[in-house]
T-cell receptor, first 111, second 116 residues
Framework: GAGVSQSPRYKVAKRGQDVALRCDPI?????LFWYQQALGQGPEFLTY????????KSGLPSDRFFAERPEGSVSTLKIQRTQQEDSAVYLC?????????FGAGTRLSVL | DQQVKQNSPSLSVQEGRISILNCDYT??????FLWYKKYPAEGPTFLIS?????DKNEDGRFTVFLNKSAKHLSLHIVPSQPGDSAVYFC???????????????FGKGTHLIIQP
């Protein structure tokens, strides 16, 4: 596809469960970003990759959050031992020339 | 402390008139600014951007103005159309000479409603 693709679109997890969220960026985009968007708020930066290198993970809220992009294309955001406060929409963006293009997001609900 | 602020949670404008959305920032290191539009259940869609070396950028019905001394930018939409009804996010970042950029810092958004 032409755009950023994220899966699943919706995920319901029981508290304490591990989840993995996938992002397929636009082909050829070197930069990839993850954001977390709580209800009624703007997206908040989590982490940034340039190719396979994770250059900035300053926004990850705890060590339960882990992101990888092993081959410089698809990226996975993993959340271990989910908590209710992790409920949010997780957005992925790939970028070229300083413009970030977003996927539709994964809505995570932790019960 | 919010570094990017959109102080109007919502704005209602009549179809055909001008919509003006405002954004203020506090971090003087920001040198690149973007506006995104978001429909429900979709990701933000890029609209228009401006770098700090300019004070205006225009693309069709959309114009962004930047006032660096006031740390203020605005998005003008003219004429407003029903399809413009959406949430608009202002975002800011720092650019690097190699072409990369920081993650974006977003405002909370303004819900624009175009009245027929």
């Amino acid at each position: 596809g032409a755009g950023v693709s994220q899966s699943p679109r919706y995920k319901v997890a029981k508290r304490g469960q591990d989840v993995a969220l996938r992002c397929d960026p636009i082909s050829g985009h070197v930069s990839l970003f993850w954001y977390q968007q709580a209800l009624g708020q703007g997206p908040e930066f989590l982490t940034y990759f340039q190719n396979e290198a994770q250059l900035d993970k300053s926004g990850l809220p705890s060590d339960r959050f882990f992101a990888e992009r092993p081959e410089g294309s698809v990226s996975t955001l993993k959340i271990q031992r989910t908590q209710q406060e992790d409920s949010a929409v997780y957005l992925c963006a790939s970028a070229i020339k300083n413009i970030q293009y977003f996927g539709a997001g994964t809505r995570l609900s932790v019960l | 402390d919010q570094q990017v602020k959109q102080n109007s949670p919502s704005l209602s404008v009549q179809e055909g008139r001008i919509s003006i959305l405002n954004c203020d920032y506090t971090n003087s290191m920001f040198d690149y600014f973007l506006w995104y539009k978001k429909y429900p259940a979709e990701g933000p869609t890029f609209l228009i951007s401006i770098s700090s070396i300019k004070d205006k950028n225009e693309d069709g019905r959309f114009t962004v103005f930047l006032n660096k001394s006031a740390k203020h930018l605005s998005l003008h939409i003219v004429p407003s159309q029903p399809g413009d009804s959406a949430v608009y996010f202002c975002a800011a970042s720092r650019m690097y000479s190699g072409g990369g950029a920081d993650g974006l810092t977003f405002g909370k958004g303004t819900h624009l409603i175009i009245q027929p």
